[in-house]
T-cell receptor, first 114, second 114 residues
């Protein structure tokens, strides 16, 4: 089945540690996105990528980094510079083109601080 | 940045009742999307709207793209227990250059009383 796979489902981070969240899609979508979701809040965009080897900062990029070496993969690293990393992280993808392309989401990774 | 106001924040309804929720934006959007999110999962796309005045149905769900391009409405008819979840609106602002960024509302949490 085509879809977006995020792993792990749950992740724990120690102080000062970098952690990487995985996102893989087999939908042949060009664009991929990372969002952060906090309780009672909407989704906030961290980074997005429209094409391989290119990505742009979203609204809350500080303390995060990404790479897009393959079309199917868009990993997110939560660095030690992100002082409040506890949240639900969602990856999405969509067809490239004009902005009116629906984004489809993975099932998320919940990150907590040890 | 863009802002979306989604209301109500939460709703408690009896099974079989109809539900209405809406989103308003501070600026013109050219796309409105409605998603549903179950606990611990990613949002699932329900309805996508691309034209002002457009009315689209998906089973018991009906959504409308407001004529002013600054609002959208979602109605659920004859609610059932599995309608429980958080409903998000999302919009793409009008931009001739195209944009891959979506703005999300904070969600409407729906509870259905059997």
């Amino acid at each position: 089945d085509g879809g977006i796979t995020q792993s792990p489902k749950y992740l724990f981070r120690k102080e000062g540690q970098n952690v990487t969240l995985s996102c893989e899609q087999n939908l042949n979508h060009d664009a991929m996105y990372w969002y952060r979701q906090d309780p009672g809040q909407g989704l906030r965009l961290i980074y997005y990528s429209q094409i391989v080897n290119d990505f742009q900062k979203g609204d809350i990029a500080e303390g995060y980094s990404v790479s897009r070496e393959k079309k199917e993969s868009f990993p997110l690293t939560v660095t030690s510079a992100q002082k409040n990393p506890t949240a639900f992280y969602l990856c999405a993808s969509s067809m490239a083109g004009p902005s009116n392309q629906p984004q489809h989401f993975g099932d998320g990774t919940r990150l907590s601080i040890l | 940045g863009q802002q979306l106001n989604q209301s109500p924040q939460s709703m408690f309804i009896q099974e079989g009742e109809d539900v209405s929720m809406n989103c308003t934006s501070s600026s013109i959007f050219n796309t409105w999307l409605w998603y549903k999110q179950d606990p611990g999962e990613g949002p699932v796309l329900l309805i996508a709207l691309y034209k002002a005045g457009e009315l689209t149905s998906n089973g018991r769900l009906t959504a409308q793209f407001g004529i002013t391009r600054k609002d959208s409405f979602l109605n659920i008819s004859a609610s059932i227990p599995s309608d429980v979840g958080i409903y998000f609106c999302a919009g793409s602002p009008y931009s001739g250059a195209g944009s891959y960024q979506l703005t999300f509302g904070k969600g409407t949490k729906l509870s259905v009383i059997p």
